[in-house]
Nanobody
């Protein structure tokens, strides 16, 4: 099975940018569709962005479209989330998630992903 480790979170000001990384080990990332979710205190875990296993198609939550970009480098076994024009409401713990390619599942439901990282904190000050 695959293990996922996120990094790149931190404290930034509104309008700043951050790039999150998620490094996969144990299995090659090209075998997995992957996504980013986020969870603010007291709230549910919400979908942010999705990438097919090949990286040929992507999907985004409406709240981040035009500001966030998901990408992957399968040769480096790494998934990325470039976050621009950050807002205070983007503050949350961000999680990387993965599931085997070919699974019949939704893109935006946490229960449809089998593998999760430990999360990385993003804090945005106004």
């Amino acid at each position: 099975q695959v293990q996922l480790v996120e990094s790149g979170g931190g404290l930034v000001q509104a309008g700043d940018s951050l790039r999150l990384s998620c490094v996969a080990s144990g299995r090659t990332l090209r075998d997995y569709a992957a996504a980013w979710f986020r969870q603010a205190p007291g709230k549910e875990r919400d979908f942010v962005a999705y990438s097919t296993a090949s990286g040929s198609a992507f999907d985004y939550a409406n709240s981040v479209k035009g500001r966030f970009t998901i990408s992957r480098d399968n040769a480096k076994n790494t998934l990325y989330l470039q976050m621009n024009s950050l807002k205070p409401e983007d503050a949350a713990v961000y999680y990387c998630a993965a599931r085997l390619r070919g699974a019949v599942a939704t893109r935006d439901r946490p229960s449809d992903y089998n593998y999760w990282g430990q999360g990385t904190q993003v804090t945005v000050s106004s």
